[in-house]
C-alpha cells in the first residue's frame, strides 16, 4: 500500500473545468448535423383538437416537423413511469395497482402541464427551427386546470386521468396503524405538527442537451447527452424505441450536475432520435433556460403531518406520519418507488422510537412532473421528524439538546432495528450530538442571545441530529488494465457528474497498484466500452464503484501473480506483492508490475481483469447538524452566524472532496429553507417563478463558513470503509435553520414559519404575532 487515500489531493478534473476546455453536450456536433426545437403546450390542461404543421414546413430551411402520431407509428412508446413494472411497482393501501400515467414523448390528446412538449421541429438551423415552431398552429380546448392538491382532492375537481378518480395516484402506507393508535391514545402527551416543504427546480449548472443520430447500415441508434447512468439511460430508450439495447449506443461527457433528475430519460432525447432516423441526419436539441424550469423534473412538494407520543419523562412512545405528495400531471419514472423505498423506513431517524406508521397518498395536479432530486424522500422524512422532535421538546418543558439526548437511541443498544424497519449499527448518535453543541457554543447562547436583543437583533439557535440511507443498486462493474509502460486504464460503471471520481478512484487504483497517479486513465460514460453499470445516484458511488475498483485492482494482482511465478521462476506462495512490486520472499529478487504487463504482451494477452462487486442494502451516513441564526425584526432578514456539520460518511478516501461534497449539499439544503420557492398561478398553471429574476438561489454572500467535522467509522461492507457522503449536506439542515428562527421569534409569539423563510415570510409572522398580543 501506498498513501494515496485518505489524502486531501487536488481535483484531477478541475483544470480542464475552470479553464473553459470541459466538454459538454452542447459543445458537441457532428457532420451535417440539424437542429431541434420543442414546440410546448402554453396551457396547463387542454385537449388538443388538432395540429397543423403545413405552413412550418415550408419555412426555409426545416426539415421536418413530428408529432405523437408519427412517434407512434414508428413504434415509440411512453416513458415509462414502472408505476406497475416488477421490483418497483408499489400497491395501494387497499392492493389494488396504481395508475401508469405515463408520459408520452409528444402529448398525444392532451396536455397536463404548461410546457409539456407537443411537436418537435427540425431544421438546418437552430434559428429556422425557433421560427418554425412558432408557426406550428395548434387547437387547443382549454380545460379547468388544478394547481394545488387541496384543489385537485376537491369534488368538483377536473380529473386529469380516467383512471386516477378524485385525482388521486396512489396511496400507500407502511407500519403498524393500530399500533401506533393504541400507543397515541395511552400517551401522556400528544404532539402534533403540519408542514408544508415547498416545490423546488433543480437547477442544473448545464441545461440538458442531446446530440442524436443514426446509422441505417447497423440500424444502431446513438445519443450523446448528460446523464447519470449511460446503460439506465440506454435501456429505458431501447424500450421506449422499442428495439434491442445493443442497438442503442448511450455515451456521456463533462455533465453540468445532475442531482438524480438526469437519471432517467426525457422526451427531447427521444424526440431527437426518432428525428435523427426519420430524416437521416444527426439532430441536435440543447434547451433554452426558461424551458428547463418548465420541462426538467422538479422536486420535494409534500404537505405533512405528524403525531407523537410522549410519556410523563419525555420519552417518545409513538409516531403517526401522514403526506400528501403532488407531484404533476404524470408518474416520472420510479417516482412512487423512491418515495416508499426512501422516505417511509427513515421516518423517525435516530431517536428510540417503539411504533410507528405512515401514509403517503399522491395526488395529480396540473404541473410540471415531480422526480429525483439530491436527498429524495430523506430530506423531507428528516425535515419533518426534526421539526416534530422541537415541538415535542418545547411542549416537554426540557432543554431541546438534553430532549434530544433523552430519546437517541444509544451506542450501546446497536445493532438496533428500527420502527421503521432499518437496522443500524456502528454509530454513536451521543456523540456527534455533543461534538456539534459543543462546536455551537450551546451552553453560552444565553449570553449571546441576550447581546443580540441589546443592538435589536433576535437570536436562535438549534441542533438535528440525522441518519440517512444511502446506496442505490447494490453492485457496479469495473475492469483495469496495465500495459507495459505501466500506464493504467480503469473502466466504471458509475457516471460523474461533478463529484471528482476521476481524482478518488486514481487514489485508489495508485494505493493498491503502487503505480502514480499521472499513470491512471478513467473512462466512463460510454456504453460501447463499459459492458455494463449502475451508475451514480444515491450516495453509491465511492462505496460501491470504489469497491468495484479496489475489488478489480486485487483480481488483477492475482492474474500478475501468476505470471510472476513464471518470471521469477518461484511458487507463487513464496512471492509477496509489496505494490507495485512482486517480490521472493527473503530476497531482493522481484519484478515490477509493468515489468509484467510487458511480459504478458509478449504472450498476446494483456493484462487486463473485470469484476462485478456487490453489497447488500443500504449504509446509513450519519451526523448533526448545529445552527445559530440572526434576524432583523425591522426587516425579517435573517443572517446565519454560525452552521456546524458533524458528519461520519465512513473513511473519507479525500477529505478535501468530502468537505466539498458536504458544502455543496449544505448549500442547496440551506437554499430550499430560505428562499427557494416553486410558484404556480393558481388558476392558470403557470409558472410564476420561471427564471432567475424570480427564482432564488442562494450566494455565496447568503452562506456562512462552513464549520465541518468529519468523525469517520468504517463501513465493513466494502474494501475501502465508504458509507456515502453525496447527500449528507443536503439532509436535515433545512429543519436546523428553521428550528433556529422560530428559536429567535419565539419570544415574540411566533409559533409557525415555513420555508422559505424569506424576508417577508419572517416580516409578516412577526407582524401577525404583534397584532395578536
Known sequence: MTDHIGRPLPRREDRALITGTGSYTADHSKPNQAHGVIVRSPHAHARIDAIRAEDAMAMPGVLGVFTAKDLKAAGIGPIPSYSRAPGFAVKNADGTDMPEASQYPLAIDRVRYVG?????????????????????????????????????????????????PG?????????????????????????????????????????RAALASFDAET?????????????????????????????????????????????????????????????GRPVHWVAERSESFLADTQARSQKMSARLGLDGDGNITALSVSS?????????PRSVFIL??????????PYRIPVCHFSCRGVFTNTTPVGSYRGVARAEAIYLTDRLIEEAARASGLDRAEFRRRNLIPAAALPVKTAGGLT???????????????????????????????????????????????????????????????HVTLGIGTQDFGMGHTTVYTQVIADRLGLSPDAVRIEQGDTDRIPRGTGSMGSRSMRIGGGAVSAVSDVLIDKALALAEDLLETDRRDITFTAPDFVVQGTDRKVSLPEIAAHAETLGTPLAADTVF???????????????????PETGRLTIIRFVTVVDPGLAVNPMIVAGQIHGGLAQALGE??????????????????????????????????????????????????????????????????????????????????MPLTPLAVWQALEEAKAGN
Open 116 to 164: 409539456e412538449p407537443v411537436a418537435f421541429v427540425v431544421a438546418e438551423t437552430r434559428d429556422a427551427a425557433r421560427d418554425a415552431a412558432e408557426a406550428v398552429d395548434i387547437d387547443y380546448d382549454p380545460l379547468d386546470a388544478v394547481i394545488h392538491p387541496d384543489d385537485a382532492l376537491s369534488d368538483n375537481a377536473p380529473a386529469l386521468w380516467h383512471d386516477a
Open 167 to 207: 385525482n388521486r395516484s396512489s396511496h400507500w402506507e407502511t407500519g403498524d396503524r393500530a399500533g401506533v393508535d393504541a400507543a397515541l391514545a395511552a400517551a401522556e402527551h400528544v404532539v402534533e405538527i403540519d408542514v408544508a416543504y415547498p416545490r423546488i427546480v433543480i437547477g442544473f449548472m448545464e441545461p
Open 219 to 279: 440500424g444502431r441508434y446513438h445519443l450523446l447527452t448528460g446523464c447519470q447512468s449511460a446503460h439506465r439511460m440506454r435501456d429505458m430508450l431501447a424500450e421506449i424505441l422499442d428495439t434491442e439495447t445493443e442497438n442503442v449506443h448511450v455515451s456521456v461527457p463533462d455533465v453540468g450536475g445532475g442531482f438524480g433528475a438526469r437519471t432517467n430519460a426525457y422526451p427531447e432525447s427521444v424526440c431527437a432520435l426518432h428525428a435523427a432516423r426519420a430524416i
Open 324 to 332: 400528501t405528495w403532488w407531484h404533476g400531471g404524470y408518474l416520472a
Open 340 to 349: 416508499a423505498f426512501w422516505m417511509g423506513p427513515l421516518l423517525g431517524g
Open 424 to 486: 443500524f449499527s456502528g454509530m454513536d448518535f451521543h456523540a456527534t450530538l455533543n461534538r456539534a453543541l459543543s462546536a455551537i457554543g450551546w451552553q453560552a447562547f444565553v449570553e449571546r442571545k441576550e447581546e443580540a436583543a441589546h443592538a435589536g437583533r433576535l437570536r436562535g439557535i438549534s441542533v438535528t441530529p440525522f441518519v440517512l440511507s444511502a446506496g442505490s443498486g447494490n453492485e457496479e462493474y469495473a475492469d483495469l488494465s496495465v500495459d507495459g509502460s505501466g
Open 614 to 632: 456487490t453489497v447488500d442494502g443500504s449504509t446509513y451516513p450519519n451526523g448533526c447538524h448545529a445552527c445559530e441564526v440572526e434576524i432583523d
Open 673 to 754: 429553507a430560505f428562499v427557494e420557492n416553486c410558484v404556480y398561478d393558481a388558476t392558470s398553471g403557470q409558472m410564476m417563478s420561471g427564471s432567475f429574476m424570480d427564482y432564488a438561489l442562494p450566494r455565496a454572500d447568503d452562506l456562512p463558513d462552513f464549520d465541518l467535522h468529519i468523525e469517520s467509522s468504517a463501513e465493513p461492507d466494502n474494501p475501502l470503509g465508504v458509507k456515502g457522503v453525496g447527500e449528507a449536506g443536503t439532509v436535515g439542515a433545512q429543519a436546523t435553520l428553521v428550528n433556529a428562527a422560530l428559536d429567535a421569534v419565539a419570544p415574540s409569539g411566533v409559533t409557525r414559519l415555513d
